[in-house]
């Protein structure tokens, strides 16, 4: 039977180059410099190692740096597409189900596929590589041997990782615990570094014998210093890769993640006290703004992307900024008393991507509705923006009460302005959302925790824009601080509420007229469905 392999490769790459490179001139120059920007400083990265490894005289030192920074390829390949919810493209098993590609080729394929998270690092390989062969005192047969067999090696493991959480977070409840977890884990280093190791890890890396470990081995391999116990660990390493991800590969080949991730779910109680909160928008204002809002929420806490972001934003912030707010000698020692605010607009970021950029995402082909109901599209943006205010207020509002429980520094006054400061900043994020979730319209997978609710040129974009959105807010606290006046504080984020209103104003206003405009191209967008590469 013939390799559909190469088919499929060549349908990946189309994807990629759709993905990253925006439809007319201007927005493909945007994706290509954007690209161009990002590998070329791993390319550059790849370039100096080479002319450091390509060195005669390093010989010796090369011998104790060259496992360290293969360790580093190792753990960015295989840790970074976790921590970042971005795990590159897979197989839709689902749908490639249906030809008749033997286990061995649809595996082959996801080994393949992995290299979309490994491409800084393959890039990284190839400096070391060249660098190496480019050495007369190192043999070049080994550097090739130990670098392809060590790029294979982390192929497998990936592949393997990857099946495993697909087919864990299948499940409703360990997927968001599990998610939740590796999320928080991105934290560890940071705490880590106050901290320091715990003494038991600490005396275990002391004490476990470097050479059992396979970057150790690739090393001395690809440095022509080998003995036969190095060929051993790097084969025994590549050989458990390939039965692990193999292994994990069949597993989730069999089993049904629609069954997995159904659950039979309670019925609420007309007097339950959730639901009583979602009936509040009833009671405060008139239909249809009302059951939109309604709506809103109850779909946007039954969506496992948005409960993880949630509540992240009032943990993993507190992760993030503690151990800086207790360093001595760090600027955010003499700002203790902002850390309320600093924590909510790092959350308010965190949030911004489910509730800000791409509103229509979660509804996908349901977005139709919209067209099809007596409500205007005005009243329905209208009502998606007040859902956000609601998330943002429920988020401070935790964020508060976690400052509280762990005492810190924070008073009335504070928390005050931090409700003020994210209010103000959804004014702009809110303006700035209602117009990029119609430019960069995108269909999301609601049960889907992982990954970005933007494409990746307009998140970049949001990314640039926020600090342009938050201007208004800052030059309010530069302003306090040069006149010390609580009083010429408050005077600027009143100009900044009035400026952020008139914003909002006028780009909902916009964005209804673009909705009305372009009608068929964003519920084409939103409709469309997932091809075989997910």
């Not at 791993?42 to 030192?61: G, H, I, K, N, Q």
């Not at 009335?412 to 979730?437: D, H, P, Q, R, W």
Request: proline share 5%.
């Amino acid at each position: 039977m013939p390799s559909r392999i190469p088919a499929v490769l060549w349908a990946q790459w189309r994807i990629l180059w759709n993905l990253r490179l925006a439809r007319g001139s201007g927005g493909r120059l945007v994706g290509l410099a954007l690209v161009v920007v990002w590998y070329g400083l791993w390319t550059a990265l790849a370039a100096s190692t080479a002319v450091v490894l390509a060195d005669p005289a390093r010989r010796e030192a090369m011998g104790a740096a060259l496992p360290w920074a293969l360790l580093l390829v190792f753990g960015y390949w295989q840790l970074t597409p976790v921590f970042t919810a971005s795990l590159g493209a897979s197989l839709n098993l689902t749908k490639v189900l249906i030809y008749p590609i033997p286990e061995r080729q649809l595996f082959a394929l996801e080994v393949l596929l992995r290299v979309t998270t490994g491409v800084e690092m393959l890039l990284v390989l190839g400096g070391i590589t060249l660098g190496l062969l480019l050495n007369p005192a190192v043999p070049g047969a080994t550097v090739l041997v130990a670098v392809t067999v060590f790029a294979l090696l982390n192929l497998l493991l990936a592949a393997g990782t990857r099946s495993l959480l697909e087919r864990l977070v299948a499940h409703k409840r360990m997927r968001e615990a599990l998610v939740f977890l590796l999320v928080l884990a991105v934290a560890l280093p940071q705490v880590l570094a106050h901290t320091g190791l715990p003494r038991f890890f600490a005396s275990w890396l002391a004490h476990s014998p470097a050479g059992l470990w396979p970057w150790t081995a690739a090393g001395r391999v690809a440095l022509g210093a080998s003995t036969a116990a190095d060929w051993a660990v790097l084969g025994a390493w590549t050989l458990a890769a390939y039965l692990f991800g193999r292994w994990q590969f069949s597993r989730t080949l069999r089993v049904d993640a629609a069954a997995a991730g159904s659950a039979p779910r309670p019925v609420p109680r007309a007097g339950a006290w959730t639901d009583r909160l979602y009936r509040l928008p009833v009671r405060l204002l008139p239909d249809p703004l009302a059951a939109l809002v309604e709506k809103e929420l109850r779909s946007l806490f039954r969506t496992p992307r948005f409960r993880l972001v949630f509540l992240m934003g009032f943990t993993f912030g507190f992760l993030i900024w503690v151990p800086l707010w207790r360093t001595e000698s760090f600027i955010f020692r003499r700002a203790a008393e902002d850390f309320a605010v600093l924590v909510s607009v790092y959350a308010l970021l965190l949030l911004s991507e489910v509730v800000f950029w791409n509103v229509f995402g979660f509804d996908r082909a349901a977005a139709q509705l919209y067209y099809s109901a007596p409500a205007r599209l005005r009243t329905v943006l209208a009502a998606k923006n007040l859902a956000a205010a609601v998330v943002v207020v429920l988020e401070a509002t935790m964020i508060t009460a976690a400052c509280l429980l762990l005492r810190m520094p924070v008073t009335a006054g504070k928390i005050l302005e931090a409700y003020a400061v994210l209010l103000i900043l959804s004014l702009f994020l809110t303006a700035a959302g209602n117009l990029s979730s119609l430019y960069w319209a995108r269909p999301v997978d609601p049960d889907h925790s992982w990954g970005r609710t933007s494409r990746g040129r307009s998140h970049a974009l949001m990314v640039l824009v926020f600090p342009l959105l938050s201007l208004p807010v800052l030059l309010a606290y530069v302003a306090r601080h040069v006149f010390q006046s609580q009083l010429v504080f408050l005077g600027g984020l009143a100009v900044a509420t009035a400026l952020g209103a008139l914003c909002y104003r006028l780009a909902l206003g916009a964005a209804a007229g673009l909705a009305e405009r372009q009608r068929e191209d964003l519920l084409a967008v939103l409709t469309a469905g997932a091809g075989p590469l997910a």
